[in-house]
C-alpha cells in the first residue's frame, strides 16, 4: 500500500509556543489531504481536509487561526499548531487519498505542551 | 443521532476465538464501507474494504456489508494476541469527499 509519513513522531513545547506537523505521501500524489485529532481512546476527529494549492476545509468547531493548515504540494501538507496550550496535546493524525475511496494514515504525531 | 454508531468495548475474548465486530449506520447513502486497525499510538492501517452490499473474505478476516439493515460486521476467526488494537468501521458515499468513522472498538485476545 501507500506509504504516508509524518514528521515529528513526537513533540514536547512550552505553552505559547507553536509546532509544526509536516505529512507526506512517499509514493504516490495525494490530491487531498485530512487532519485528525484523537484523544486517548477515542476516535479520531477530523480537523480539516485539504486539497493542494486550495485553502482548507475546516470542521465545525475547529479554529482556523489556531490549527494552520498549507498544502503546497501533491506530497506534503503541513499543520501548524499557533500558540499552543495544554488543552491542546493530543495524537495528531494525518491521512492522504490519491481520489479513490481509500485514505492512507500517517504514523501519527504526538503533542504535549507543558 | 450519529450517522456511524459503534461500541467501544473494549472487548475481549481468548486466543482462537471467533470474534465478531459490528457497526450500524443511518444514512442510506454510503456505498464504501472499510475497516481499519489500529495499534496503540499508532495510525489506522485499512483492513478490509467492500462496495456496496456483500461478504468478503481475505484469510482470517470476513466482512459483512447488510444494507437493508444498515449494519455492517468484521469478523475475526482464530484470533491471535497480534489481533489486539482497536478497529474502526468507516463509510463513505459515493462521490463523497468525508470518511465517517465509528468510535472504535477495542480489542483484547488474550493468550
Known sequence: ?114 | QKEVEQDPGPLSVPEGAIVSLNCTYSNSAFQYFMWYRQYSRKGPELLMYTYSSGNKEDGRFTAQVDKSSKYISLFIRDSQPSDSATYLCAMRTTGGFKTIFGAGTRLFVKA
Open chain 1, 1 to 114: 500500500g501507500a506509504v504516508v509519513s509524518q514528521h515529528p513522531s513526537r513533540v514536547i513545547c512550552k505553552s505559547g509556543t507553536s509546532v509544526k506537523i509536516e505529512c507526506r505521501s512517499l509514493d504516490f500524489q495525494a490530491t487531498t489531504m485530512f487532519w485528525y485529532r484523537q484523544f486517548p481512546k477515542q476516535s479520531l476527529m477530523l480537523m480539516a481536509t485539504s486539497n493542494e494549492g486550495s485553502k482548507a476545509t475546516y470542521e465545525q468547531g475547529v479554529e482556523k487561526d489556531k490549527f494552520l493548515i498549507n498544502h503546497a504540494s501533491l506530497t506534503l501538507s503541513t499543520l501548524t499548531v499557533t500558540s499552543a496550550h495544554p488543552e491542546d496535546s493530543s495524537f495528531y493524525i494525518c491521512s492522504a487519498s490519491g481520489g479513490g475511496y481509500e485514505q492512507f494514515f500517517g504514523p501519527g504525531t504526538r503533542l504535549t505542551v507543558l
